[in-house]
């Protein structure tokens, strides 16, 4: 018997854009199976916010956190966790090795975890709250409009 792949986390946000939920819900099916991937999806759907919605591209992934960083483009919460997807994403996407002990460094769960974690609380600042002020911004002008006020600043 086969059951569907399912995952404990909550669903994407309808406000994010599609193809970074893709991603995200990707990286949130494979978790269990393999924190190494969903690291590495967890990656790639940080980089593709950076480069499509913030319109940040440099020579790699490192420099345009660090310029998200030094924008001050999130709070200070997800500045201080961002770069956890990029390092815990190397984990998954190099055969990076311990110093003390020559193994390959894994990804551990938890460190997966975080980074979805990271990932959904830049969704909620970057799309989900700001559709919400425009939903309640966009109402009240229309109320204040049939009053015959003008739109709020």
Known sequence: MFLPKSTTRPPCPIDVPPSLAEDY?????????SPKASAALSRRCLQ???HDH????????NAE????????????????SIDSIRA???FAAHPIKSTSS?????V????????????????????????????KRDAL???????????IK
């Open 48 to 50: 593709n916010i950076i």
């Open 108 to 135: 551990e769960p938890d460190e997966a975890e975080w980074n979805l974690d990271v990932l959904e609380m830049i969704f909620d600042f970057q799309f989900v709250r700001p559709a919400l002020v425009k939903k």
């Open 141 to 151: 002008n229309s109320k204040l409009k049939d009053a015959g006020k003008p739109d």
């Open 102 to 106: 020559g193994e390959v460094v894994p």
């Open 54 to 61: 913030l319109h940040i591209k440099k020579r790699d992934l």
């Open 88 to 90: 815990i994403g190397n």
């Open 65 to 80: 956190i660090q310029e998200v960083i030094d924008k001050n483009l999130f709070p200070s919460d997800i500045l201080e």
């Open 25 to 33: 819900n990707e990286a949130c099916l494979v978790f269990a199976d």
